[in-house]
């Protein structure tokens, strides 16, 4: 089983913004990276360490962590935003690799 | 420019075995982790293992531990995935990711393949 939670299912107002949440007591020592995956697409890495975008990510994302709960958010979301979002991170030891169940964000 | 592509999935009894490949270009590819990753249609990601850049730390998740083997030839920018003992469960997509760091376990994953399907049955 994922040592990291993610809530399944998300919605927004088109233009609002939305937080997307990942818990996990292994977040309380590790950072959090997140990852956008469209249907019949390969997952892109939007966020990562202490709130950093790779290139191309557009800056109405980004990210936050607070004890054992890590956090992706969209300011203004856009209808391109609709996706599944993952969160991974290392496990409690530091050696392996856990992923977050996912969540569906709806852009409504 | 990053590329990463898979091949070696398709259909194969269960207990058989496959050979998963990973063929890279556009980087330098003996400076980073890289990770084998699997995803169930229609369901989540899935970490299958990781290997540091010089192959000599490794990692696997629980549920292939002791049966699917990675390993990376640095000189032919290559990784593959042997996985053995398989079971209708591994039947997955299974894609290479390319580490934004050195070593087996940073969960940064910055490139992925397109991924090679494997289906397990009889």
């Known amino acids: 089983s994922s040592e990291l939670t993610q809530d399944p299912a998300v919605s927004v107002a088109l233009g609002q913004t939305v937080s997307i949440t990942c818990q996990g007591d292994?977040?309380?020592?590790?950072?959090a990276a997140w990852y956008q995956q469209k249907p019949g697409q390969a997952p892109v890495l939007v966020i990562y360490?202490?709130?950093k975008r790779p290139s191309g990510i557009p800056d109405r994302f980004s990210g936050s962590s607070s004890g054992h709960t890590a956090s992706l958010t969209i300011s203004g979301a856009q209808a391109e935003d609709e996706a599944d979002y993952y969160c991974n991170s290392r496990d409690s030891s530091g050696s392996l690799v856990v992923f977050g169940g996912g969540t569906t964000l709806t852009v409504l | 420019e990053v590329q990463l592509v898979e091949s070696g999935g398709g259909l194969v009894q269960p207990g058989r075995s496959v050979k998963l490949s990973c063929a890279a270009s556009?980087?330098?590819?003996?400076?980073?982790?890289l990770h084998w990753v699997r995803q169930t249609p229609g369901k989540g990601l899935e970490w299958v293992s990781g290997?540091?850049?010089?192959?000599?730390?490794?990692g696997y998740a629980d549920s292939v531990k002791g049966r699917f083997t990675i390993s990376r030839d640095n000189a032919k920018n290559s990784l593959s995935l042997q996985m053995n003992s398989l079971r209708a469960d591994d039947t997955a997509l299974y894609y290479c990711a390319k580490g934004l760091f050195l070593d087996a376990a940073a969960p940064e994953f910055d490139f992925w393949g397109r991924g090679t399907l494997v289906i397990v049955s009889s």
């Open positions: 360490g202490q709130n």
């Open positions: 556009g980087f330098t590819f003996d400076e980073y982790g």
């Open positions: 290997i540091s850049w010089n192959g000599a730390h490794i």
């Open positions: 292994n977040l309380r020592r590790y950072f």
